[in-house]
């Protein structure tokens, strides 16, 4: 274990989040998938010795995301599975980005599954909703005008009728 004598400093790209932390069944084939659907940059990736991801780190956006193989021998056996694996996720991700359609259509013909097309919804901000080819559910959204508390509950119960 290392000793550390001053603080560490937490890097910008993390102060003030929670990271999500995904895995998936073939991390490099769903970082390709990333980059080509959701225009996601590679930061940082270490391979496992005896293949695979065993960590890597995306940036989608301003946001930080990382992600690995479920399998990989070096990471703690049965701690980490993939939604395939478990039937499943319930975890939804959301980005803000500057165009949803854009990102929509692009996501698509990546392969993802767009189980909600680009709406305007009645918090103020253009929503899709869409699978990735690895399980995990995504939420991108443009913002398009700020709502009052007030007039976000009269949206609400409108929309709920």
Same mark, same amino acid.
């Given at each position: 274990m290392t000793e550390h004598t001053a603080p560490v400093e937490i890097p910008d790209r993390y102060r003030y989040a929670v990271i999500p932390h995904i895995m998936v069944d073939n991390?490099?084939?769903?970082i390709a998938f990333y980059q080509r659907a959701f225009g996601a940059?590679?930061?940082f990736?270490?391979?496992? @010795?005896g293949g695979g991801v065993l960590h890597a780190e995306i940036s989608i956006g301003r946001s930080a995301l990382m992600l690995g193989d479920a399998g990989v021998d070096e /990471?703690? /056996?049965g701690a980490f599975a993939s939604p395939a694996a478990l039937g499943g996720t319930s975890v939804t991700l959301h980005v803000f980005v500057p165009d949803v359609d854009s990102l929509a259509k692009r996501a698509e013909a990546a392969g993802a599954e767009i189980l909600q097309p680009p709406t305007d919804m009645f918090h103020g901000d253009r929503t899709v909703i869409l699978k990735? @080819?690895?399980g995990h559910m995504w939420v991108f959204l443009t913002h398009m005008e700020n709502v009052s508390n007030e007039e976000l509950r009269r949206r609400l119960a409108a929309f709920a009728e």
């Amino acid at each position: 274990m290392t000793e550390h004598t001053a603080p560490v400093e937490i890097p910008d790209r993390y102060r003030y989040a929670v990271i999500p932390h995904i895995m998936v069944d073939n991390a490099a084939a769903a970082i390709a998938f990333y980059q080509r659907a959701f225009g996601a940059r590679e930061e940082f990736r270490l391979d496992a @010795p005896g293949g695979g991801v065993l960590h890597a780190e995306i940036s989608i956006g301003r946001s930080a995301l990382m992600l690995g193989d479920a399998g990989v021998d070096e /990471a703690e /056996a049965g701690a980490f599975a993939s939604p395939a694996a478990l039937g499943g996720t319930s975890v939804t991700l959301h980005v803000f980005v500057p165009d949803v359609d854009s990102l929509a259509k692009r996501a698509e013909a990546a392969g993802a599954e767009i189980l909600q097309p680009p709406t305007d919804m009645f918090h103020g901000d253009r929503t899709v909703i869409l699978k990735d @080819p690895s399980g995990h559910m995504w939420v991108f959204l443009t913002h398009m005008e700020n709502v009052s508390n007030e007039e976000l509950r009269r949206r609400l119960a409108a929309f709920a009728e």
